[in-house]
């Protein structure tokens, strides 16, 4: 009997601490508010990017409602546009601001050092000013284009590659050294010791959101997204010598704009 209620107990405390790990993400990556007696430490943030592509799939699910709402309404351009504003407000522009910092940062650093700086400089620069315009435009026009094949594609691809892309470079954690001239980067309790049960969680989490694609189409989604992340990776190996948080944000967003484009080409060609 005491050890059918200490196993109960322990798989009850496993859950939980489960459930504030997934809202250490939560906090982290968006602006949702969560209890504040929420406990939160280095160690759960750390471990915090397991749940990474679960928050993607909350910020799709979020924005496809606003979307599907609109559209109702409205002609899809605008309903598109709506959703996207408010994946920004939902998310603080999180990942936005990490691909306009490492475009200026690459853009006008000669060092290491020099790009990290410019990275951490809080302006806006041309080359990072004319990445975020340019990635904003394309997943509109992008998006436009799905909702002209298919109302409902748009959905999908906000649901799937919100989550994709995440995973995509929270993995980059597990593979590359974190560089970073401020040591109070908000990110840096993320570049400590990861578990094998982590990657397996974030990797199972797009495993799983993959399967409400047919498979040809998940199989195709999967090989761009790791070419994305790949090809990321190795930028900024030789750029930095590893990554930053920037790096990390600048990775979702142009895997996400890769899904958007995948499902594009392959809706434009095959009908599902």
Request: charged share 10%; proline share 4%; hydrophobic share 50%.
């Amino acid at each position: 009997m005491n050890t059918d209620k200490t196993q109960s107990q322990a798989v009850s405390s496993g859950w939980q601490y489960q459930w504030q790990l997934f809202l250490v993400a939560l906090a982290f990556f968006t602006r949702i508010p969560i209890p504040k007696e929420t406990p939160f430490t280095t160690e759960r943030l750390n471990h915090a990017n397991r749940y990474f592509g679960v928050i993607g799939i909350v910020v799709g699910l979020l924005i496809s409602s606003v979307y599907l709402v609109s559209s109702i309404l409205l002609p899809a351009s605008v309903a598109i546009a709506l959703a996207m504003i408010s994946g920004l407000l939902i998310t603080g522009a999180f990942h936005e601001d990490g691909l306009a910092d490492v475009f200026d940062g690459f853009g006008g650093g000669w060092t290491v050092e020099s790009k990290l700086n410019i990275m951490k400089d809080s302006r806006l620069g041309t080359y990072g000013a004319a990445a975020l315009f340019m990635g904003l435009g394309i997943k509109w026009v992008t998006l436009i284009e799905l909702a002209k094949l298919n109302p409902l594609l748009p959905a999908y691809a906000f649901i799937v590659v919100h989550s994709l892309s995440r995973v995509a470079a929270a993995s980059l954690i597990f593979s590359y050294p974190y560089v970073r001239a401020d040591q109070d980067s908000k990110v840096k309790p993320l570049a400590n010791q990861q578990t094998r049960s982590d990657l397996q969680i974030l990797l199972g989490t797009a495993i799983i959101t993959l399967l409400v694609l047919p498979w040809p189409i998940a199989i195709m989604l999967a090989i761009i997204t790791l070419l994305v992340r790949q090809g990321c990776g190795y930028w900024f190996q030789r750029q930095l010598g590893g990554y930053t948080g920037d790096c990390l944000g600048a990775t979702q967003q142009l895997a996400e704009i890769a899904g958007y484009l995948t499902l594009l080409a392959i809706a434009t060609h095959y009908h599902f």
